[in-house]
């Protein structure tokens, strides 16, 4: 199987190549060329598998140019050496008959992404090797909290790569802030900039993309690359979790096989619920994909409307990691429902980049509304779901998780659809503490994150993790800071490079 283009279907290379380039020059996104099917027998087979089995099986659809063997070791290198606090990598709480929270961030930063950079640092140093270059990978990454800290996590002493984070000096909450000036590892660097966070991201782009600085690392046996969410060796990962919770439901006797469940998924980059939506290409009974929004609700509308119209108020909320207006992966998605138009594809986004909006055509708003339900919580609504899920049920959710919550009440009451449905929980609630409280109903004043921290604990009972409390013991090593215009220079100083 190989990988082609959103933008140039002409274009097929290996998902070796795919995930070594990340992007496609053309400004496109790589897709399987051909959607592999996973049978009723192989699903079923899943119910007694671990979840490194379960993700052995799935790779082996995607990655055909890898060996079994260099699977096994990527897959057991990321899920079975102890970086998740639970042995099953995932876990599925049931709150009530049909209402599955599938908890994704037992990982080492406590968030949803590490279940895709635990694995991508293997997939991506395998890559390498298979495609015959000897260089060593620099990955840059301009971080608004949650990716650079969860990325370093991933790449820290990963043989044959280095790792360099940027974040605006101002622009993370203190916890994010604390997990990265405290990174440890032989390889990775943070830095903060005196600026915010499109001016980190604009930084990153630019070196990357400058013909004298690739030149110039070259000459030092290094190469860049990107652990960026358009990467396809970011979503892979992520198709496992959907194919593992169908397998559990059936396995706990939660459901039967071959019964249709619908999935909930809060929504920024629309990574996650594309992960979802192959899920379901591949054959688990998947009805619905709602999609859930906060007040940046872009989404909403368009999966409505078929108006894609990024000219609006930007909103700063309480589920930052959801504060997008540009939602990347959503170009892999049309691709798919245009039957793979590249020209069509080519045109969507240039009238994106050069009006900030477009529509798609009146087939494919029919297909969307047909797969996909959109809603979308306020800051409100937001906080009265923490609080009400803890009410009815003892249970604690984060900010992201309770977007997703509230959309799937929403949902519920609107249509009367009584499927299992699995929502997916993003982040942990200790990771957004403040709101967490707030929403609770405590309004103390708190020292700091751990002073919240165990308050949180003395009202959820749930566990800090402890990679989070951890941190009250660890000292700061990265404490400088650059202008944006010295960015480059951080990048050749990290990697022992004279200018
Ligand atoms: C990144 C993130 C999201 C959004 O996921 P996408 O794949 O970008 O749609 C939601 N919640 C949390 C906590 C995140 O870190």
């Not at 790569?161 to 590892?185: D, H, R, W």
């Not at 439901?249 to 619908?262: P, Q, R, S, T, W």
């Not at 055509?361 to 969307?368: N, T, V």
Request: proline content about 3%; hydrophobic content about 35%; charged content about 25%.
């Amino acid at each position: 199987m190989n990988y082609q283009s959103t933008r140039n279907k002409a274009l097929k290379i290996s998902s070796a190549e795919a995930i070594v380039s990340g992007i496609s020059k053309d400004g496109g996104l790589f897709v399987p060329t051909e959607m592999p099917k996973l049978s009723p027998e192989e699903i079923k087979a899943m119910g007694d598998m671990s979840y490194t089995e379960r993700a052995e099986v799935v790779f082996g659809k995607f990655l055909t140019d890898f060996t079994e063997s260099e699977i096994k070791s990527c897959v057991e290198s990321a899920y079975s050496h102890g970086s998740f606090d639970t042995e099953n990598v995932m876990e599925l709480k049931t709150l009530k008959p049909g209402e599955h929270i599938l908890e994704l961030w037992h990982g080492p930063t406590c968030a949803f992404k590490d279940m895709a950079l635990q694995i991508l640092p293997h997939l991506l140093t395998t890559s390498v090797k298979k495609t015959g270059t000897d260089k060593k990978v620099c990955i840059l990454v301009a971080t608004s909290g949650d990716t650079g800290k969860a990325a370093l996590e991933g790449f820290k002493d990963a043989p044959g790569t280095g790792i360099l984070v940027f974040y605006p000096e101002n622009g993370v909450s203190a916890m994010q802030k604390l997990q990265m000036i405290t990174q440890e590892g032989s390889n990775v660097g943070v830095c903060a900039i005196k600026g915010n966070f499109d001016d980190a991201q604009t930084g990153v782009k630019k070196i990357f993309t400058d013909p004298e600085v690739a030149a110039k690392l070259s000459e030092n046996g290094i190469m860049f690359s990107s652990a960026n969410s358009i990467n396809w060796g970011r979503l892979a990962p992520q198709i496992v979790y959907y194919v593992s919770s169908y397998a559990q439901l059936v396995k706990d006797g939660k459901i039967a096989f071959g019964d249709m469940i619908n999935v909930c998924v809060p929504t920024g980059n629309f990574g996650n619920i594309l992960a979802a939506y192959y899920a379901k290409l591949m054959g688990i009974p998947i009805g619905k994909l709602i999609c859930a929004s906060n007040s940046n609700n872009v989404l909403t509308d368009f999966l409505r409307t078929g108006v894609y119209d990024r000219n609006r108020k930007f909103y700063t909320t309480i589920s930052p990691s959801m504060d997008i207006l540009i939602s990347s992966n959503l170009e892999r998605l049309l691709y798919h429902l245009s039957g793979c138009d590249d020209k069509y594809i080519s045109k969507l986004y240039k009238d994106l980049a050069e009006t900030g909006r477009f529509e798609v055509s009146e087939a494919i708003k029919a297909i969307l509304q047909d797969i996909f339900y959109a809603d979308f919580c306020t800051e409100d609504e937001t906080k009265a779901t923490i609080s009400e899920t803890y009410e009815k049920y003892g249970y604690t959710i984060d900010t992201h998780t309770a977007v997703a919550v509230g959309v799937y009440n929403k949902y519920a009451a609107e249509t009367g659809d009584t499927k299992d449905c699995v929502i997916a929980s993003t982040a942990s609630p200790y990771k957004f503490p403040a709101a967490v409280l707030e929403s609770l109903g405590d309004k103390s004043s708190y020292a700091d994150e751990f002073e919240m921290a165990e308050a949180l604990n003395k009202k959820s009972g749930m566990a800090v993790p402890k990679a989070l409390s951890d941190l009250k013991s660890k000292k700061p090593r990265f404490t400088g800071s650059v202008e944006k215009t010295e960015m480059l220079g951080a990048v050749y100083s990290m990697l022992g490079i004279n200018r």
